[in-house]
């Protein structure tokens, strides 16, 4: 997961200032969060699990995260 996500942003660049960014299937939400801290100016998380949700928007307010939407529902749905 850590590689593929390092590929990922290698791919996309170090700046993502002023972007938005969707993350689907947001699990621990790293995509999303480096894609905050790349300069992103919001990013969407969308994760069906109840449990991992709780989890995702507890650690968004514990990093402080700003521009960061994290809504329940199904990616696939959701696209």
Same mark, same amino acid.
């Given at each position: 997961p850590d590689r593929v996500?390092?590929?990922l942003f290698n791919w996309l660049g170090r700046d993502l200032t002023g972007m938005v960014c969707l993350d689907l299937f947001a699990g621990s939400?790293? @995509?999303g969060f480096e894609a905050l801290s790349r300069g992103a100016a919001s *990013?969407?998380?969308v994760e069906k699990n109840p449990a *991992? @949700?709780?989890a @995702?928007?507890?650690?968004a307010q514990k990093l402080g995260a700003t521009g @960061?939407? *994290?809504v329940r529902g199904d990616a696939l749905e959701f696209v």
């Open positions: 996500r390092e590929t939400g790293a @995509l *990013v969407i998380m *991992v @949700l709780r @995702l928007r507890d650690n @960061l939407t *994290v």
